[in-house]
């Protein structure tokens, strides 16, 4: 059986309330993750279990108490992701254990990349999301691919902006293709714009919130930003521009290759989508899925995988991603498996 061990951490009020949680949320979910009690006895904090999880636990908090001086506030997700780096962090020999950065989620925290009209900093909130940001920022094409949630789309956006606030480009060009769940452009009422629109909205809502309502309008109206259908993209050449595509699994081959040829001199390309989420008929290839395979030794162009750890949403959200990607991944071993007894059968009998 483990000794039991108490440790001990000073909190001031401000600290405390920021990091505990409505109804100590916060501090109930660590309890429960690490097995552990947590006692607040006049600003000072018990944490009594074992002393690996007591340990981890404190680790958190002294985690958490440094985002919260930095004047951050702490949400749930930043509870949810510190326990999870805790917990694999705890799976990994304990020669790497010791080599971590004990000051992850700091460390993500300083990477600022703008504030949306609001004034509320945009910023990286989990490992995967930094890379990806980095990778946009050092890479002519990258490629952000991952479950919904992930910040793919919104994290490009807020890189699209930055690049033409600080005239890095002259123009930003958002597209996607036009092919949702099942619905066809012909039954939406109203001219093309309109019916087009509502595959836009999810980039006109990010646009909006980090660029201001007006400022959008104003440099929409000058064709310094555009927003428009893959199709629109034909025949044309993308200079010093800062262009978008999203939703990219639902592109055929053929729409992704004419995509990826547009780009031209002074050009950065951020292609995000989901491979788990496609809308395409069941006999077409995924343009995205080709793309991987054809592009992946070019330099220049990365690949950015995010997964539901990533996810940072409302913490449901991750928990039903992670149930589809466990459910398909023993969808695909159960195949496997029988393709493998089918092959075996034949081996047999041919013996």
Known sequence: MSEITELTLSLSAEDQKNIFGGNDSYIRKIEKSFRVEIIDRNGQLHIIGSREDADNAAGILRELVQLSRRGSAIEEQNV?????????????????????????????????????????????????QKKYIDAIRNNMIVFGLGPAGTGKTYLAMAMAITAFQREEVSRIILTRPAIEAGEKLGFLPGDLQSKVDPYLRPL????????????????????????????????????NAFIILDEAQNTTPAQMK???????????????????????????????????????????????????ADVVRHPLVQKIVKAYE???KKSVNKQNRKSIQKLERRSGNGK
């Open 80 to 128: 949810d992701y510190a326990i999870f780096l805790k917990k694999e962090n705890g799976e990994k020999p304990a020669v790497k254990r010791e080599k971590e950065n004990d000051n992850v989620l700091v460390d993500i925290d300083r990477d600022v990349i703008c504030h949306t009209i609001s004034g509320k900093p945009i910023k990286p909130k989990t490992l995967g």
């Open 204 to 239: 006109y809502d990010a646009l909006y919130q980090i660029m201001g309502t007006e400022n959008f309008i104003k440099n929409m109206e000058k064709g310094l930003i555009e927003v428009a259908p893959l199709a629109y993209m034909r025949g044309r050449t993308l200079d």
């Open 258 to 308: 004419m995509f990826l040829t547009r780009v031209g001199f002074g050009s950065k390309v951020i292609i995000t989508g989901d491979a788990t989420q496609k809308d395409l008929a069941p006999d077409v290839k995924s343009g995205l899925d080709v793309a991987k395979a054809v592009l992946k030794d070019i330099d220049e162009i990365q690949f950015i995988n995010l997964t539901s």
């Open 326 to 328: 466990d459910f398909e």
